[in-house]
């Protein structure tokens, strides 16, 4: 995996002729399942009632299968980017992939057997999400997961940041807290959620809520139990590494 700063660079090299520019999206999209264990990769830029905007694949199989999903309106990305939290499917063979009884059988057939979706959301702001197509069956591991997450975080930031510096009013932002400044803050936090969901065996939203309830008891700060749990030195299940 990339390291989070570098990361952010080669994202915003990627996206620097406008975040609009469908090759280079797809060029994230190559470069995000080059990155992680995965087979393929989607990107959709959304409006904030699930209209799909501009999109990109790492290739046309996964171009075609996202946007089967916003045609159908149904499957793990428009779940995501339609209620702002992660869709994770290990296996769609199995009761999971019931609930989308008409896009399961499409991504079978196309030789997947699982999918990850994120939302690209900053706040309250929703942009998009980002989907993972994987052969294999099977869940992505905790630094697997941290790493996604970190991935779509950082995608989110680049994409604001980018409609910032083209909008007539960009946001405001102290110096040297802009893209740079927050995307190392919440990388940390994102793997430490990711790691914590898998040793906890809960949802994101939940480890989140973990990881804020330790933080608070041991009276520390959400970046610095972050720090902890990413360096192996505490896990949320309450033993400690080292």
């Known amino acids: 995996m990339s390291e989070p700063g ?7 090299a990627l996206l620097a002729d406008g975040s609009r520019d469908v090759a280079a999206l797809d060029r994230l999209c190559v470069g995000v399942v080059s990155a992680l264990p995965v087979d393929g990769a989607a990107i959709s830029v959304t409006s904030a009632a699930a209209v799909r905007g501009y999109s990109g694949a790492s290739n046309p199989i996964c171009a075609r ?4 999903q916003f045609t159908l309106g149904e499957g793990p990305c428009w779940h995501a980017v339609r209620y702002g939290r992660p869709v994770l499917v290990g296996d769609l063979t199995g009761q999971s992939g019931d609930r989308w009884p008409m896009f399961t059988p499409a991504v079978l057939a196309a030789g997947f057997r699982a999918i990850f979706a994120f939302p690209l959301q900053i706040g309250a702001i929703r942009l998009g999400t980002l989907g993972f197509f994987c052969a294999r069956s099977g869940l992505l591991d905790g630094e697997a997961l941290g790493d996604a997450l970190v991935i779509a975080d950082i995608a989110a930031l680049t994409f604001l940041d980018t409609e910032a510096r083209d ?11 802009g893209l740079d400044g927050v995307g190392a803050y919440r990388a ?3 793997q430490a959620t990711g790691m914590a969901m898998a040793q906890l065996g809960v949802s994101a939203q939940e480890a989140l809520v973990r990881l804020r309830a330790h933080a608070f008891a041991a009276g520390l700060t959400v ?13 949320l299940d309450g033993d400690l590494s080292g």
């Open 6 to 12: 570098r990361l952010r660079r080669e994202l915003r």
């Open 65 to 68: 299968l996202d946007d089967l």
């Open 167 to 177: 909008s007539p009013s960009p946001v405001d932002m102290p110096p040297g807290e």
């Open 188 to 190: 940390e936090v994102h």
């Open 223 to 235: 970046d610095e139990v972050a720090c902890e749990i990413v360096a192996r030195r505490l896990r």
